[in-house]
Every structure is written in structure tokens, then in C-alpha cells.
């Protein structure tokens, strides 16, 4: 390994699908890792368009499939150097159910989410129910870092 391999940072991508029903409730998981509600989603495979990615982890975490509308954030976990590109989403088949990634999945209102997540977790449903270009925030894995 080169010593310009070496300093180069590592991050990883992820992706998360606010996937929003015409009655504007959004769909979350309640991860099993960690009992956190959260959007669905997960690490965007090498090969993986962003688009693709946020499709599989919807369908795998929740059995919902959905249609990908736009790029609603970008979000830099300044702590792990994960950087999570979330797209708004609207479901078009599929049904609820649990995986191994989820104990339980939910049709929230915008309320109840900002009531049961994190303030790095609602904030992206917020931005995403929010018709403004993407958002771009950074945190700490728990709470918003203000833009320089």
C-alpha cells in the first residue's frame, strides 16, 4: 500500500428510501439491531446505482416495493464517515412484513415520526416531505452539526 493509499479517508454509502403514501403517512422500521425507528435502508452495494440500492433495501426491510421519485439529501455522518443519500419514494406494490433487519414496520404520520426518531432519522423524512432542492446536513450520529 502506497502511503497516498494509506491517508486516503474511508467512507461508506448508503441509501434510504421515505417512501410516502397519498395519505401522507411514511413508512419506517423498528431496526433489530438497536429497537431505533428509522427510515429503511441500508449500504449501497459496489455495482449498485443509488436508485437500485434504495429499491432493494425498501423491498428487503419492509416488502414494500416502491418507485423512486428524487433525491431528497444528502446526510454525512461525521462520526462514522458514512454518507446516506435519502430519496423520496412512493410504494406501488408489495405488502408490509418483518425481515431480519426489522421487528416491526409502521405507516407514521409526520408527527408521530418526529415523535418516535432520532433527530438525525426525522429530520431526513422532514427534508424529504419538504419540496426544496436536497438538503445537505452533517451529524454526529445523534444530533445536526450547523453548516460552518
Known amino acids: ?20 403514501r397519498e395519505d401522507g403517512r411514511v413508512l419506517v422500521i423498528q431496526r433489530a439491531d438497536n429497537g431505533a425507528w428509522e427510515p429503511p435502508g441500508g449500504i ?28 431528497t439529501g444528502v446526510y454525512k455522518n461525521l462520526t462514522l464517515g458514512v454518507i446516506a ?5 412512493r410504494p406501488v406494490g408489495g405488502e408490509e412484513r418483518l425481515s431480519d433487519e426489522s421487528t416491526d414496520v409502521r405507516w407514521l404520520t409526520p408527527e408521530e415520526v418526529e415523535q418516535s426518531m432520532k433527530e438525525v432519522f426525522s429530520v431526513r423524512v422532514a427534508d424529504a416531505l419538504d419540496a426544496a432542492a436536497p438538503h445537505v446536513r452533517s451529524h454526529d450520529g445523534e444530533r445536526l452539526i450547523a453548516a460552518a
Open 1 to 20: 500500500m502506497t502511503n497516498a493509499t494509506a491517508e486516503r479517508p474511508l467512507h461508506s454509502v448508503s441509501v434510504a428510501g421515505i417512501v410516502v
Open 44 to 71: 449501497l452495494e459496489r455495482n449498485e446505482r443509488p436508485e437500485e440500492g434504495v429499491r432493494r433495501e425498501v423491498a428487503e426491510e419492509t416488502g414494500v416495493t416502491v418507485e423512486v421519485e428524487r433525491l
Open 85 to 89: 443519500l435519502v430519496f423520496r419514494c
